[in-house]
């Protein structure tokens, strides 16, 4: 059955669109609560206002979903909640725990159908989620969701899955700068260290701390 919308409707047809659609779902749906009308010669020859008038609305809307992105960018969401063992959630973080953390930072009520979580999140972690804040407008922000009883703090705990220390291979990669020959030393300074033969015990440090001294000294190379 061709129709056409009056009121944009998620996911059939925007205000002013025609559109054919199962006509059960226009007879009891659609028509009935005044969101589209048969595609009579009449109807149609409102369409083009209709669109002209939806274009002008998601326009503002576009613009206002501009200025809530400036407000989440850089702000993860921290979600603390009760967790056991392994990591595993008492329960879970659904669209609605987002967008109510989201809300509290845009200032404003934000429905759950615009947070676009795939499937419910069941443990501690960070999570980059879509938030469609317009039809035109989906940031992803980041969810950092930690154990509400971390006992270094909610604050820290979110810090440390956000901020993650440095493992050894980046911190190669941040002393050796931009040039790709200092690199190349001290990787292989690195490695040379590191296969070195040496006998050790279990809980040996020595050739940790060889390394370590390696790095330093091609460190030191690279400031002169």
Not at 21 to 26: E, I, S
Not at 154 to 160: T, Y
């Amino acid at each position: 059955m061709k129709v056409v919308f009056l009121e944009t409707v998620e996911g059939s047809g925007s205000m002013g669109e025609v559109r054919t659609v199962r006509p059960g779902y226009a007879r009891n749906y659609l028509l009935p609560r005044g969101l589209a009308a048969p595609a009579t010669p009449d109807v149609l020859a409102r369409a083009e206002r209709l669109r002209e008038i939806e274009n002008e609305r998601q326009r503002v809307q576009d613009e206002h979903a501009g200025e809530l992105v400036g407000k989440l960018e850089g702000n993860a969401l921290i979600i603390a909640v009760r967790v056991g063992e392994q990591g595993r959630l008492y329960g879970s973080v659904t669209s609605a725990d987002i967008a109510e953390k989201a809300g509290e930072i845009l200032g404003e009520e934000l429905d759950r159908r615009r947070i676009l979580l795939p499937e419910v999140i069941r443990s501690v972690g960070v999570y980059t989620v879509p938030i469609r804040l317009s039809r035109n407008v989906v940031p992803e922000v980041r969810v950092a969701v930690v154990d509400a009883e971390a006992p270094e703090g909610v604050e820290a705990a979110a810090d440390l899955l956000l901020n993650p220390p440095l493992v050894v291979e980046e911190v190669v990669a941040a002393l050796s700068g931009d040039g790709e020959g200092a690199d190349v030393t001290i990787a292989e300074a690195s490695a040379d260290v590191l296969t070195t033969d040496v006998e050790s015990e279990p809980g040996d440090t020595s050739l940790v701390a060889a390394a370590e001294e390696a790095i330093a000294a091609e460190e030191d190379t690279l400031a002169e």
